[in-house]
C-alpha cells in the first residue's frame, strides 16, 4: 500500500511492436506489475516519437503497420521499486527505462465498501413534496426516452427517489390519446414519474425540467415522510432473518 | 386551456373487469373527462390490490383475463374537478375516489407553448 511521502516513479519507454515471450512488452509488463502488487500502472500510448534506433515510429495514416511509443508507468516505495526493477530490466529490452523520485502527496484511495453511507438526502421523516411528471413514453430528449433522461438526470443531480409507472391509457395537454395495446407493442404508452423529495431540492430541479419537458402535467403535493431507508441499513437485519 | 397554480387531482381505484355502458370503467372515465374537457386523465394498471370489496384484485400474466386493480388518476382547477364527480359517483359502482391538492409547476402543449 502505498503511503504519502517519498516515493519513486519508474517509466518504462517502449515501442508498441516491442514483444517479451511473444506477448507485447507493454502488456507483459503491467500483468508482472499487477501481480506483483503495485499499487497502480498506466500505459500511455504515443502519437509519434523516436527512440535509440532513432526510427521514427508514427501514425500516419499512409502507414498501417503503426509502431507507436508507450510508456509505462508506475509510482512505488523505493524498496518495492528496487525488488522489481532486475525483471523490468530484462521485460523492457532494447526500450528505456528510468527512475525519478517523486513525493506522494495524497495516495489513490481504495473504494471501502465498507465506508459510512453519505447522510441520506431526505430526511427519514418530516414534511417533503411529492412530484408527479405526466409524460408520454415516445417524448425524447436528445435521442433519448425522456423518461428515462429524467430519471438519470434527477440521479446525478442527487434528488432522493423516482419511480417511473407506466399507464395503459390517457390523454394530457395535447388532448392526443396514448394508449397500450394488449400486446405491449405500442411505445406511445402514458408515463407518469413520482419523484420524492424537499421542497427546496425539487425546486432546485425546476429550471432543469423545465428545459427537457416540452410537453406535458408537473404538479407538485405535500407529503408526510414515513420512512426513508438506504439498502445497506437493513442488510444487516436481512441476512439475520436469512440465516 | 389554463391550468396554474392550485389544482386538485383525483386517484380514483376500482378493478379492470369494472364495466360502464358494457365498456371498461376506465376507457368510458377517460372519454368522460375528454367530453368535459379536463385538462388530463391517465390511467395505471397494479399488478396487486384490493379495495372496497376486500376481493383481490391480480393480473394475470399468461391469462387475458386480467381483473387488476386499476387507478386513474386526473388533474384539473377544482372547479373542473368538481363539475366530473358526480358523472363519477353514478359510474363508479365499487372502488374510492380520493381528492388532494396539488400545486401546477407546469403544463404544456406539444408545441412548447403554455397555456
Not at chain 1, 408527479?132 to 436528445?142: A, L, S, T
Not at chain 2, 397494479?46 to 370489496?53: N, Q, R, V
Request: net charge negative; hydrophobic share 40%; charged share 25%.
Amino acid at each position: 500500500m502505498l503511503t504519502a511521502g517519498p516515493a519513486k516513479k519508474v517509466t518504462i519507454h517502449v515501442s508498441e511492436n516491442h514483444k517479451y515471450h511473444g506477448q507485447s512488452a507493454h502488456a507483459a509488463i503491467l500483468d508482472f506489475l499487477f501481480y506483483r502488487s503495485v499499487s497502480g500502472a498506466n500505459v500511455v500510448r504515443g502519437i509519434a516519437g523516436f527512440g535509440a534506433d532513432h526510427h521514427m515510429h508514427t501514425a500516419r495514416i499512409e502507414s498501417l503497420s503503426a509502431d507507436l511509443p508507450v510508456r509505462i508507468e508506475f509510482v512505488e516505495s523505493p524498496e518495492k521499486v528496487e525488488e522489481l526493477l532486475p525483471k523490468l530490466q530484462e521485460m523492457a529490452g532494447a526500450g528505456l527505462l528510468e527512475v525519478q523520485d517523486t513525493t506522494v502527496v495524497k495516495p489513490s484511495e481504495v473504494p471501502n465498501k465498507r465506508a459510512q453511507p453519505s447522510v441520506p438526502a431526505l430526511k427519514r421523516e418530516g414534511k417533503a413534496k411529492l412530484m408527479r411528471i405526466f409524460i408520454g413514453e415516445n417524448d425524447k430528449w436528445h435521442d433519448k426516452p425522456l423518461h428515462k433522461a429524467l430519471v438519470e438526470s434527477m440521479r446525478a443531480n442527487d434528488i432522493a427517489g423516482v419511480t417511473v409507472n407506466p399507464g395503459i391509457l390517457g390523454y394530457g395537454a395535447n388532448r392526443r390519446i396514448h394508449r397500450d395495446t394488449a400486446l405491449h407493442l405500442s411505445h406511445d404508452r402514458p408515463m407518469m414519474l413520482s419523484v420524492v423529495d424537499t421542497e427546496e431540492k425539487l425546486r432546485a430541479f425546476f429550471p432543469i425540467l423545465d428545459s427537457m419537458v416540452q410537453q406535458g402535467l408537473v404538479v407538485l403535493s405535500d407529503i408526510d415522510v414515513i420512512k426513508y431507508t438506504h439498502d445497506y441499513e437493513g442488510e444487516g437485519r436481512r441476512k439475520e432473518v436469512r440465516s | 386551456m389554463k391550468l396554474e397554480g392550485k389544482a386538485k387531482m383525483l386517484w380514483i381505484h376500482f378493478g379492470e373487469d369494472d364495466k360502464w355502458n358494457d365498456k371498461p370503467l376506465y376507457r368510458a372515465i377517460v372519454e368522460k373527462c375528454r367530453e368535459l374537457d379536463i385538462a388530463g386523465a391517465t390511467v395505471f394498471r397494479g399488478i396487486e390490490g384490493y379495495g372496497a370489496s376486500t376481493l383481490i384484485h391480480r393480473s394475470h400474466l399468461l391469462s387475458f383475463s386480467s381483473d387488476a386493480p386499476i387507478a386513474v388518476s386526473v388533474i384539473d382547477s377544482e372547479d373542473k374537478v368538481r363539475q366530473l364527480i358526480p358523472f363519477l359517483d353514478e359510474m363508479v359502482d365499487e372502488g374510492l375516489i380520493a381528492m388532494s391538492e396539488v400545486e401546477v409547476i407546469k403544463y404544456v402543449h406539444q408545441d412548447g407553448a403554455r397555456s
